[in-house]
Every structure is written in C-alpha cells, then in structure tokens.
C-alpha cells in the first residue's frame, strides 16, 4: 500500500467525503552517490560562507532573493510565513469543465484519491462522486495545500478510483505564439502523404508496449559492473540530415510503414473502431 501523502476531505456542496491522498506513480530511476573518484568515499555536502571561509550550522541560514540589479534583499521566516496559504484538510470543488478542454500542458503531478477509511457513510459518498463523474466525463477543479504552498488541481476518474492531478496555473505555462515554426506551406501530396503515413501508424493505446530503455540499459551496466565484467561503450549513432527531397522521403517512409502494417502482428494491433486506411496512391510530383 502507497504511503500516504496528505489526508482530509473532499467537499462536494453539502457532502463531504473523507479521503487520502497516495502517490500515483513510483520512481524507478536508478540513483547514484557522488564519490571521491580517488578512493571511493562518499562526498559529504556542507553549508559555507564564502565571506568567513566557515561552515554555517543550520539555525544561522536565511532565504535571500536576488533582484535583476543583483541586489540580495533578505526574507525572514516570519515575513515567509506571513503569506503561506491557511494550512487546511479540505479540497473544496470549485467546478466542474469538459475533461477534453484541460490541455494537458497544465497537468503536473498525479495523485490517488481514495477513501480514508472503511465506514459505510465514507464509501458510499465516494462511491456516488465516481459513478457521477464517471457519467458526465467532467473534471472536478478544487485547491489543495501541500508543503506550504496551495495548488490548483483536477480530479478525475480513473480504473473506478479518483484522481488528483496537480495543475501549472496559467502564468507558468510558456505562450507558444512567438515559437519560429518557419517553412512554406505544404504541397497538398505531402499533407496527403503524412496523412497517410500517420493513419499506418495508428494503433491501440498499450502502455505495457513502451518501456524505459535508457533504465533497462544501465541496469544492466550495474549487474554486469556487480560480477566484475567489462563494460565497452558502443560507437556514436551517426546525426540524423534533413531530407533533401521532402516529398521522396515521405513515400519512402509510407512505403516502409505499410510494410510493416502488412505483418500479422501490426494488423492485430490495429484499433477496432480504426478500419485500414483507403491505399492512396502516392504521387512523384507535388501539386
């Protein structure tokens, strides 16, 4: 069982529902220690006033906030914890909006919500919240305060449990209006061809198909590091180059793409609801 992260409750109007909050995702990353490459110890990091040339204990260090003129104003615990948000147990739902207009760029962290405890009246108010969120396909928006610091969030349904998902608040996220896309406009062929190489590639959603190789690699660099075996680095892949001709390449890759979706195994994977693309047959000059 997940540790519990923050517990309270959910208010939905005149309804409130016990719940805790657990992590939803775990971190498998491999980690690693800093070491004296020398002899092996393990670095020790220490606190240092370049000033005094002395090691300041923890009681003694402050928060200083640096202007754009580079100078240092200095912020007491006190004046900090004159603006932390009201310490509260309660995710109030604020509204309700359509899940497929949340764009995902304002998603951060996602959490589970589940019931805290097992008392009848706490099980059915959750149980009624996920039926009917599960029915209008909406999104619950509420705040919570976690670690001194409020956070907009969304609460979903997901596999039947509640989900709280962190959000960036809209000044966080970067406008994309002044990213250089540059390029002319696409010849209609070569939409055409995208198109259809896109509709090759569509295939069912299975997260259990994707995995970490970089993780998988280097876990293999420690077992084999472990029994004392080499480890040889292989050669640099070479950089990919732009295609000097944009409409050949895009019919050689839908060439090659429906190739593979010929095989047995690419047509099982093929979505249901997704019959097989129409052929379009690929044109040598542009229109």
Known sequence: MPRTLWSGSLS????????????????????????????????????????????????????GYELDDGQMITITDDELASVRPKKTRTIDIEAFVERAQVDPIYYDRPYALVPAGEEDGTLRAYTLLVEVMSRTDRAALGRIVMHNKEHLATIQVRDGVLALT??????????SADVPTGGAEPTRNAVADAVSIIDELTTEWDPTAYTDGYRERLAKVVTR??????????????????APDLMAALQRTLEKTRELSDSPAKRRKRPASAPAPARRKAKAKAG
Not at 35 to 61: F, M, N
Not at 227 to 237: D, H, L, N, S, T
């Open 12 to 63: 939905f109007g005149l309804v409130n529902v016990p719940v805790e909050l657990h992590p939803a995702t775990q971190d498998l990353d491999l980690h690693f220690h800093e070491l004296h490459e020398k002899d092996g110890t393990r670095l020790v990091r220490r606190r240092y006033c370049s000033c005094e040339d002395v090691e300041v204990p923890w009681e003694e260090i402050g928060h």
């Open 225 to 242: 590091k472990r029994k004392g075996q080499p480890i040889q680095a292989p050669e640099p892949a070479p950089e990919p180059s732009p």
């Open 166 to 175: 962190t959000m960036r608040f809209h000044d966080e996220v970067r406008s």
